[in-house]
């Protein structure tokens, strides 16, 4: 049994990512009391009706109120807004963290608001499903994968620490990097291919009018992967594109060049070029799965007593 790691915790933005820490922090017991809320009065009342919290605050400024960590789970776009908001109503000394997936000018900004007597630890779980709501949650999200912390360079050591703890308490790798390290990595490993999987949807969209729906039909599953990825909260999205441009477009110039090689070779009939081209990416796919950060099971990540008997995973592989 977990032990009382803050005597509160508070979590602002209730959906996927929010709704899954709640339900961790809760089932292990790690906060004497933990209050949520939203700025949806809709999901303010749901998260009541399901209990996500001990608490559900109606603002933002009531629920950090003698917190010791607070954690935003709101779109990147609005992560300034909201540390704005909660500035003068934090208690000196509480922790301050978020869940997005741009750091760089995110932290810049939220840092901006912040009195100096709040520590701030940006985070980032690499975890997720293509649900939301505070419905889609579940305690068991973050168990193997990755939270990268991107503390500033003046980061309060301690504070830093009980994040971490707390992360791997509900079962996170944690990682930490600079907030424009996180972004660049990010921009090829998450955001570049959210970006091909909305185009390659969209395509299909069109395309459907041509065929009479054939394409949606007869869908493959490499198609159907990429409608997982293109079902993603969308103004989470656009927040994320709009705030770690720089980088990438940097991965997407690269990536136009790799896809201008590969045109090249289909054009030429270059098929050894395309079998090593292939062969390299298969030997990625199988390190992914290798270091347990994925599986063969489709819904690998998804809480197992959701799943069908012969579809839950083996249980990850993880380096020494």
């Not at 000394?93 to 520590?119: C, F, N, Q, Y």
């Not at 998450?190 to 009479?212: C, F, N, Q, R």
Request: net charge negative; with cysteine.
């Amino acid at each position: 049994m977990s032990t009382i790691q803050f005597n509160r915790i508070a979590i602002i933005g209730l959906g996927h990512i929010g709704s899954s820490i709640a339900r961790a922090v809760k089932e292990l017991r790690l906060a004497g009391e933990l209050v949520v809320t939203d700025g949806s009065a809709a999901i303010r009342t749901r998260a009541t009706e399901i209990g996500l919290g001990d608490r559900v605050a109606p603002s933002n400024s009531e629920v950090v109120k003698d917190a010791d960590l607070v954690i935003i789970c709101v779109p990147v776009g609005k992560c300034g807004d909201v540390a704005a908001e909660i500035a003068s109503h934090l208690k000196a000394g509480a922790i301050v963290s978020d869940v997005g997936s741009v750091k760089g000018p995110v932290t810049r900004e939220m840092a901006g608001h912040l009195p100096k007597t709040i520590h701030l630890v940006p985070g980032h779980p690499v975890a997720g499903t293509e649900d939301s709501g505070p419905d889609s949650g579940f305690a068991e999200l973050f168990i193997n994968r990755w939270c990268i912390l991107t503390p500033l360079p003046d980061a309060d050591e301690a504070a830093v620490e009980k994040l971490t703890t707390l992360w791997r308490t509900i079962g996170a790798n944690v990682e930490t990097m600079s907030p424009d390290h996180h972004d660049l990595v990010l921009a090829i490993t998450s955001h570049l291919p959210h970006l091909i999987a909305y185009t390659i949807v969209g395509t299909a969209e069109d395309m459907e009018k041509v065929t009479e729906a054939e394409v949606l039909k007869f869908s493959a599953g490499g198609f159907r992967d990429f409608t997982r990825i293109a079902a993603s909260d969308p103004t989470m999205w656009r927040d994320i594109f709009l705030a770690n441009k720089d980088a990438v477009l940097e991965m997407l110039g690269s990536f136009q060049e790799d896809l201008s090689k590969l045109t090249r070779a289909i054009r030429r009939g270059d098929g050894e070029a395309l079998f090593d081209h292939f062969t390299r990416t298969r030997a990625i796919r199988r390190g992914i799965v290798s270091l347990g950060q994925d599986s063969s099971h489709a819904n690998f990540g998804r809480p197992l007593e959701k799943l069908p008997q012969d579809a839950k995973p083996a249980a990850p592989v993880v380096s020494k």
